[in-house]
């Protein structure tokens, strides 16, 4: 073969090469997650990933999104803001995800979500969404409104006990911040009295300066809102302290309930979602998509709690339902879809988006329960 031939070929196959690269990356379905698997919110980001991920299984297992392998790629965003501009960035310049499907630190999604706007990437959220409407336009969330938390557990002590007044205590994050705010302002229709607010850091190892500080001033409950592990520091003061207060708290992972109900027993309760008292509720198509959630779930971390991880689900389900809907993955499509989803029955309720609302859920699903005998029990 001729030297002139041999270059010929190479050429060919460089640019045969070259242009197969395109088609090879187009089967493939990026969904981005940026994620506190370390910090304060590992247990729900992680529980989040996993649903995530076992939604791209059983779709990879009936052949992908429109002849598309998913998969998922996932960032450790510790728990910080500053860390999650990093994760996202390095997803979108080095990754080439299609979509984001990011988990509850809503501070990081915040930090992140100009950079997103800007590269035109939908982002369906753990999380609340992001204050400016350049943001929100690209944003979605699975996350019901904040309020909801509060008064299932205001709902609780106006109609089963005969407390009203209560005491606050919060972290420092936009959703707990959030809730607060909704208590400070709802209480009042529900015949109860905020008479005290205090705040905490993720990292603080003792909370009885603040439970004093509520039960001085007559509360007869403290509404506890954040995550993590302050729960049970909560508790344990709580019961040095021979206080009688109630611990009203918010959704969180069954894992983190149990030691505090062995700490509080019937003076412990906790919003919950469906997915957590799945037996206990009645037949309906809200039932049965958690089941169908739940039987591959079960089958690979058994009794593990399954509420992030449904939602994650949820958030997979939700955006392949738009990129079916367009028959395109490109971001703006898909985010012109999420819009007009209107009906979609997931495992935390009915999402129904539009251009005016990127925050699916708007009934109510919580339930407040407690844990007895190692069991969960509705109460309300």
Known sequence: MSLQRSTMFAALATALLAGAQPAQAAEVLKIGISAGLTGYAATVDRAWRDGVQLAADELNAKGGVMGRKVEVVVEDNRS?????????????????????????VSAGNFAAATMVAKAEKPMMLCSILPQQASQVKWAFTTLPPAGFEVEKRFEYLRDKTQIR??????????????QKS??????GKYGLEVVDVESYKQDDADLSVQINKIQAAGAGAVIKIGL?????????????????MLLLTSLEDLAVFKPVAE????????????SQVFESLPDSGMKTEIARFLDPWRAKYGDRDPNWASRGWDGVMLTVAAIQAGKSAAGPSVRDQIEKIDGFQGTTGAYRFSADNHQGITQNPFVLATIAGNQVKIVQ
């Open 228 to 244: 993590g592990g302050t729960t049970l520091t909560a508790a344990k003061n709580m019961k040095q302290l021979g206080s009688t």
């Open 165 to 178: 007044k209560v005491g606050v205590l919060h972290d420092p994050t936009p959703y707990a911040l959030l």
């Open 263 to 274: 700490v509080l027993g019937d003076r412990f309760f906790f919003v919950a979602s469906p």
């Open 80 to 104: 910080e803001p500053q860390e999650a501009v990093t994760a996202y960035r390095k997803m979108l310049s080095s990754d080439g995800v299609d979509v984001f499907i990011s988990g509850c």
């Open 182 to 187: 909704v208590a400070e302002k709802v209480a």
